[in-house]
């Protein structure tokens, strides 16, 4: 008993040390893909091909807004234990579906490619609901929500998923600025294969956020040590 009482501080000190180093680690990582996504060359990009976009959109809902919600859970700055109803996760996952789903709207997307403000806006949304979904799921008391954030994670995999299919399958262009002669990329094209990043990726980032909660949810329960 006591070894195993041993053992189990031994554990805890070496995940306290783990989540000291990581924490900051995964901060800087994702506010440094920030400054690459945002600072970098695919704003331009963007505004001449929808791949350019679609890039843009995945690196900061599920690249950039993953590390920075990791890196300040269980902190000071994670306000999901203080705002249990803001972060619930299935409510971030439908205002993270209605925010991007309304952005890929036609009129909307060509305002954001047009317009300084609007493309501002448009990338604000974008990582305001992205941190809403991954802090839901990762931050507070994990294990008070972890069931809670496996739905969350998934559902916002499945309307990705299903964005990405509608894009990648499409029989004609839906926005007006896709493609670029210089690209060789006809429009159409452009559009297909911006689906297939939404798919690839987007959808993907949230199916491996919910499958790791799951894992850690199953260990927990076949670990006798979490048994009281």
């Known amino acids: 008993m ?7 501080r031994r554990g805890e000190q070496r995940g306290r040390a783990l989540r000291m180093i990581w924490r900051p ?8 893909t920030l400054a690459a996504v945002w600072l970098g060359p695919l704003p331009a990009m ?12 995945v690196m900061v809902v599920a690249v950039a807004a993953p590390l920075l919600a990791i890196g300040v859970a269980g902190g000071r700055l994670d306000l999901s234990a203080r705002l249990p109803l803001l972060f619930s996760p299935i409510l971030a996952s439908v205002m993270e579906l209605f925010v991007v789903w309304a952005w890929h709207m036609p009129a909307l997307h060509h305002a954001a490619r047009t317009s300084t403000w609007a493309g501002l806006l448009e990338q604000g949304s974008y990582l305001v609901v992205g941190l809403l979904v991954w802090l839901a799921a990762f931050g ?3 294990s008070r929500r972890a069931l809670a ?3 969350g994670l998934l559902l916002t995999s499945m309307h990705m998923t299903l964005l990405g299919v509608l894009l990648a399958m499409s029989n004609r262009p ?14 159409l094209e452009d559009q297909q294969m911006g689906g297939v990043i939404m798919l690839a990726f987007g959808g993907s980032a949230y199916l491996i956020g919910g499958l790791y909660l799951l894992f850690g949810v199953l260990h927990e329960r076949h670990d006798p040590r979490s048994v009281s």
């Open 140 to 142: 507070g008391v994990r």
């Open 25 to 32: 680690l995964s901060l800087t990582l994702g506010l440094v």
């Open 149 to 151: 954030g496996i739905a």
């Open 2 to 8: 006591l070894r195993s009482q041993q053992a189990d």
């Open 174 to 187: 839906l926005f007006e600025h896709t493609g670029s002669g210089l690209s060789g990329l006809s429009p």
């Open 46 to 57: 963007a505004d001449r091909l929808f791949v350019g976009h679609m890039l843009m959109h």
